[in-house]
């Protein structure tokens, strides 16, 4: 038979093992990460304005990190496919991109960004990190970026992101 004691100190006990799933399962953090990458873009004149499509290839390495989640110096291959329109009124683009681990794991997100946020040479805007495979299944965040493009149809893009995974 138990005790006061004992009952309380089993109810606890029971309560901490009940809860401890759920929050051994929330998780959130930061992750900071350079992209370098050489594009393949095709550029053409649209209702007055230009159109631009195409892929971006290259590398993502973190340069800084905090959940675990993200291991700094971890890098990735990364890829995306490019929809950008130019007119009078600014540049609207949207960018799909799949970053590939060591392990084989994917981190998937979408670029957007719309007239006015982009300025000459250097493009800041923001993408959603929407799904992954393997550890990153259930993740979803935000990112802030800014792309500067160099000669050689290359550019280095830097992001700052918070994630959480149910």
């Not at 490019?82 to 981190?107: E, F, M, P, R, V």
């Not at 299944?137 to 893009?157: D, K, L, M, W």
Request: include cysteine.
């Amino acid at each position: 038979m138990f005790n006061r004691i004992g009952i309380e100190t089993y109810f606890i006990a029971a309560v901490t093992a009940l809860a401890m799933p759920q929050l051994a399962l929330a998780e959130s953090g930061t992750y900071e990460a350079v992209y370098a990458f050489v594009t393949n873009y095709v550029s053409f004149e649209h209702n007055n304005g230009m159109v631009t499509s195409g892929s971006n290839r290259g590398t993502s390495t973190v340069i800084d990190s905090t959940g675990g989640l993200f291991v700094k110096g971890q890098s990735s291959a990364q890829e995306c496919a490019i929809l950008a329109s130019k007119t009078s009124a600014g540049i609207n683009l949207d960018s799909l991109c799949t970053a590939t681990d060591a392990s084989g794991d994917k981190l998937f997100q979408h670029g957007i960004r719309r007239a006015g946020e982009a300025t000459q040479g250097s493009a800041p805007g923001t993408s959603e990190i929407v799904a992954g495979t393997g550890k990153y299944i259930g993740i979803t965040g935000r990112c802030s970026y800014t792309v500067q493009f160099v000669p050689e149809n290359r550019g280095v893009a830097t992001l700052k992101c918070q994630w959480q995974k149910p």
